[in-house]
């Protein structure tokens, strides 16, 4: 993804070195943002449910990557109403925000008006490009109220990486605004030649409607309310109907969506009420995110500035929930592989068979200005496909989506031996073509994350010790995938490069005195000394051989490494450990999901448990139990919660998937398709899960209700219903 806030310091210093760092003026921590998100429509409001300028620069509705409202502020008499409280809801589907008055002076003969006397509720959703909102007010007082409620707006039309700090020497122009009875037209024309209009409609029609207002003059009896409708369009359609059919029919569609996405993944239940909740905001943040593409479901990275495709991150959530919900893999494999690089395009770091690592729409990527429109600049994504394709094949059985796939897989290993392979030494390195993208190709893409043990930078082609892991995975599913399409001979050829990998892997990355793997090795192939969360995905991927596992367990779970609250990205005492850094020191859910997935693959399973359990204990204290895309790494004390990252993406995809990829990890879930059977591999339950629940697992053509008990260090499982000729089979 993005570079640290470190990179944008690097780049002051050095105007040759490039940042695409999120600037942290203002903390989203200190905002209480209020996010909402429908395909390629997301917005950031604060607690009011308005967009302030100046008080978070994130604030605002964006669509498909640019901000087509930077201002929506809500006031009674011309002041801002005090805040009762807001929420978004368990399925994301509406943010709800209660506000009243503060005390008013006298109007109109009227006498002042005290605080806690007018009530307004803002139900607001997101819905096919465009924003609903309901504002009801209401009087509470026992006299008759004159007041005025005023909708202020603006439109800015910046590109998403201007808001995240990036400077322009020019912009496009803004057009004239366009003001009728009950609507506004604002418009905007980029350097890229393209017109992005936002359309405000409002029902009933305002006492007063200019370019940059709607003022409502109420005169409410005692207990009366009145009920003002906008509709904020993105896309520059005109409105099919007025503000207030728009929302109520818009608010039906949107909650029968998310019902629909519900519906497409397994229940999941326990006897922790506080799990149950964290749980059930991960699988709706998932279904918010959740893009429905031509080729199927999408996962989109994160909100708010990562709600666009990414290949790495999309896989990497599809793994971590393809036990839950196989068909989002499917989407990510069918979509990513329609994206696949076919030519060569230094611009974009595109070569024939790479997989895509962003896409982006905005002006500045339509110009260049950016190098995102298009981007194949991660090493991970390529390997990572083949390794998803493996494993969604294992899960479902579904050879034909594997068979309709076989040439990308081809074209993607065809990739990994000619041009992810810089000097043939059977290592995947990378190093970026274009001299303004990305310095750092991996998960950890900040320009300080790869260093030696004296903190120096690691200079490339660099080879990362999880993208050879990934890369022997690869493999291996290629061989299992060729077995099942009935090519033994690419089968066979396939296994033998998974092994030749393999045993040179430990030659060159396991240092027996820093107790675990190398972080990678830089250009003159020599190792970066530094103990990191990386080795840990030696274990998930399977490269790391059964010798070396205790070791980097033990490594991972220590006191340097393991905060209490998860696993860090960089050992404390490394050179450039900081806990407050964006990838080296800090906590990342999803990395610590892998880690814990790795562990449990060599039987660590009370290690994985643990970190199972220090997420669960963070994520209690994160807004609405959501668990953000990262945490300061500080370690864990008594009676105090985690430190947060003031620039974190919440709601993020790899996060959010967190839990659930424990949770398999845990039960040492897999899928035995031939014999029609979910595997249950020496089960257990942390010590916070007295009781779990699965409900409509899918094995092969058939669904299952499975309950978990926790017994001391075990846990009993009984099939409690089933639909087809499908079972369990519990291995000791």
Wanted: glycine share 8%; proline share 5%; net charge negative.
């Amino acid at each position: 993804m993005s570079p640290s806030d470190a990179a944008a310091r690097a780049a002051a210093a050095d105007p040759q070195e490039p940042g695409y760092a999120i600037a942290a003026s203002a903390s989203q921590i200190e905002a209480m943002p209020r996010t909402l998100k429908h395909d390629e429509t997301f917005a950031v409001f604060d607690a009011h449910g308005d967009a302030v300028p100046g008080l978070a620069s994130n604030h605002g509705l964006f669509h498909r990557d640019t901000r087509h409202l930077s201002q929506f502020f809500l006031t009674i008499d011309g002041v801002r109403p005090l805040l009762l409280g807001s929420t978004v809801r368990d399925d994301n589907a509406t943010l709800s925000c209660d506000l009243t008055n503060p005390d008013l002076p006298a109007r109109n003969g009227e006498g002042e008006l005290a605080h806690d006397l007018i009530h307004l509720r803002r139900s607001r959703f997101l819905f096919r490009g465009a924003c609903h909102e309901c504002l009801s007010v209401r009087n509470f007082d026992g006299e008759t109220r004159t007041f005025e409620i005023g909708l202020f707006f603006d439109a800015d039309f910046v590109d998403l990486f201007e808001v995240r700090g990036s400077h322009r020497a020019k912009r496009g122009r803004m057009a004239i605004p366009v003001v009728g009875e009950s609507h506004v037209a604002l418009s905007y024309r980029g350097l890229d030649e393209h017109t992005r209009t936002t359309r405000l409609a409002f029902a009933p029609r305002p006492s007063v409607l200019k370019a940059d207002r709607a003022l409502y003059q109420l005169t409410l009896k005692p207990g009366e309310g009145f009920v003002i409708f906008a509709e904020i369009r993105c896309d520059g359609a005109e409105p099919a109907r007025d503000a207030r059919q728009a929302f109520r029919l818009g608010l039906k569609d949107i909650r029968a969506d998310m019902r629909t996405r519900t519906a497409r993944s397994a229940g999941v239940s326990s006897s922790n009420d506080h799990f149950n909740e964290g749980l059930r905001r991960a699988v709706s943040d998932l279904n918010v995110l959740i893009t429905d593409l031509p080729e199927g479901p999408y996962p989109y990275a994160g909100v708010p500035w990562f709600s666009t495709v990414f290949g790495r991150d999309a896989i990497i959530t599809a793994f971590e929930t393809l036990w839950l919900t196989p068909s989002l893999a499917r989407g990510v494999l069918l979509h990513l592989a329609a994206n696949q690089a076919t030519t060569f395009d230094p611009e974009a770091d595109a070569e024939p068979g790479k997989i895509l690592h962003e896409v982006r729409f905005g002006e500045m990527a339509e110009l260049g200005e950016v190098p995102f429109r298009r981007y194949y600049g991660s090493i991970d994504s390529t390997p990572l496909f083949v390794m998803l394709a493996g494993a969604y094949l294992e899960r479902t059985g579904d050879v034909e989506t594997v068979r309709m796939l076989w040439p990308a897989i081809e074209a993607a290993l065809g990739w990994m031996r000619e041009h992810g392979d810089r000097d043939g030494d059977g290592f995947i390195e990378y190093g970026r073509r274009r001299g303004d993208g990305l310095v750092n190709q991996g998960w950890k893409d900040s320009h300080d994350s790869i260093f030696h043990a004296d903190g120096q930078l690691a200079k490339g082609p660099i080879a990362l010790v999880e993208v050879q892991g990934y890369a022997y995975a690869a493999w291996n599913a290629a061989a299992a995938i060729a077995r099942v399409l009935s090519a033994p001979d690419a089968a066979e050829a396939h296994a033998a490069r998974a092994r030749d990998l393999r045993a040179a892997f430990d030659t060159a990355f396991f240092d027996p005195a820093l107790g675990t793997y190398v972080l990678a090795l830089d250009g003159d192939k020599a190792p970066c000394r530094v103990r990191t969360s990386n080795a840990g995905h030696a274990l998930f991927s399977g490269i790391a051989l059964p010798e070396r596992a205790e070791a980097v367990a033990a490594t991972l779970m220590n006191s340097s490494s393991f905060s209490g609250w998860g696993v860090r990205t960089l050992a404390a005492g490394e050179a450039r450990f900081n806990p407050m850094s964006y990838h080296n020191g800090s906590v990342w859910p999803h990395d610590n999901a892998v880690v814990a997935l790795g562990l449990a693959r060599y039987g660590f399973r009370a290690e994985a448990a643990r970190i199972f359990e220090g997420l669960f204990r963070a994520s209690v204290y994160f807004d609405l139990r959501r668990i953000p895309e990262l945490f300061c790494g500080f370690a864990r004390q008594r009676n105090r919660g985690p430190v947060g990252y003031p620039v974190a993406c919440a709601p993020q995809a790899w996060a959010a998937a967190a839990p659930l990829a424990l949770l398999q990890a845990s039960l040492g879930l897999s899928f035995d398709v031939a014999e029609r059977r979910a595997v249950f591999e020496r089960p257990m339950l942390p010590a916070f899960l007295d009781t779990l629940t699965l409900t409509g697992l899918a094995v092969a053509d058939g669904h299952i209700d499975v309950k978990v008990e926790r017994v001391k260090a075990s846990a009993a499982l009984s099939v409690i219903d089933r639909q087809g000729d499908v079972g369990i089979r519990v291995e000791s």
